[in-house]
């Protein structure tokens, strides 16, 4: 079955802390793989995919994650949580086959000042 | 010049009426979607249309209906408004298969 899991529910950080948020699927295919973020009150924002190549992918705002095949996980990445950081996170699988995505539960991002 | 729009931002109704949502991407896409919402945040995915054809169709109650003019455009219609309705309704767009997908800023549908 195909689908999705983001473990954490919620995560708090203290600014200037490092984030990773992780991101869990299952995909019978080759996977293409998103992360985006949803602001309160906005619609959700794409911050990276990863499609193929370099496992590693950067993308928005400092944001980065990790293709990591043998385990399945897409798990992204911060060096330094800034305050607007704070929002919901959430991870998506997809493949060249389908115009579906599949999205996970979501994480929700604090930040401690 | 925002890239997925929809109409109205907020929407609030009472039980029984009908109301619509407009979106329009300007993306050049030719694959639209609806999604809901709901408050835990989950993202359900509802209709999809290619080229104005109707390609996803999750089990959704009858009362909704899609119709995309063009495939620039996707709307949803409700019909005998649910308490159960109210959520965030987004609209997306994306270049087909695979491809990523870009998001409206919401409707969020309350009914009272």
């Known amino acids: 079955a195909q689908s999705v899991t983001q473990p954490d529910i919620h995560i708090t950080v203290s600014e200037g802390a490092s984030l990773e948020l992780r991101c869990n699927y299952s995909?019978?295919?080759?996977?293409?793989l998103f992360w985006y973020v949803q602001s309160p009150g906005q619609g959700l924002q794409l911050l990276l995919k990863?499609?193929?190549?370099?496992?590693l992918v950067q993308g928005i705002k400092g944001f980065e994650a990790e293709f990591k095949r043998s385990q399945s996980s897409f798990n992204l990445r911060k060096p330094s949580v800034h305050w607007s950081d704070a929002a919901e996170y959430f991870c998506?699988?997809?493949?060249?086959?389908?115009?579906?995505?599949?999205f996970g539960s979501g994480t929700r991002l604090l930040v401690r000042p | 010049d925002t890239a997925v729009s929809q109409t109205p931002k907020y929407l609030v109704t009472q039980m029984g009426n009908d109301k619509s949502i407009k979106c329009e991407q300007n993306?050049?896409?030719?694959?639209m979607y609806w999604y809901k919402q709901d408050s835990k945040k989950f993202l359900k995915i509802m209709f999809s249309?290619?080229?104005?054809?109707?390609?996803i169709n999750e089990t959704v109650p009858n009362r909704f209906s899609p119709k995309s003019p063009d495939k620039a455009h996707l709307n949803l219609h409700i019909n005998s408004l649910e308490l159960g309705d109210s959520a965030v309704y987004f609209c997306?767009?994306?270049?087909?298969?695979?491809?990523?997908?870009?998001f409206g800023p919401g409707t969020r549908l309350t009914v009272t």
């Open positions: 990863y499609f193929s190549g370099d496992t």
């Open positions: 993306l050049g896409h030719d694959t």
């Open positions: 995909y019978g295919a080759t996977p293409y």
């Open positions: 998506a699988v997809g493949g060249d086959s389908s115009y579906k995505l599949i």
């Open positions: 997306a767009s994306s270049g087909g298969k695979g491809y990523e997908q870009y």
């Open positions: 249309y290619n080229n104005k054809e109707l390609i």
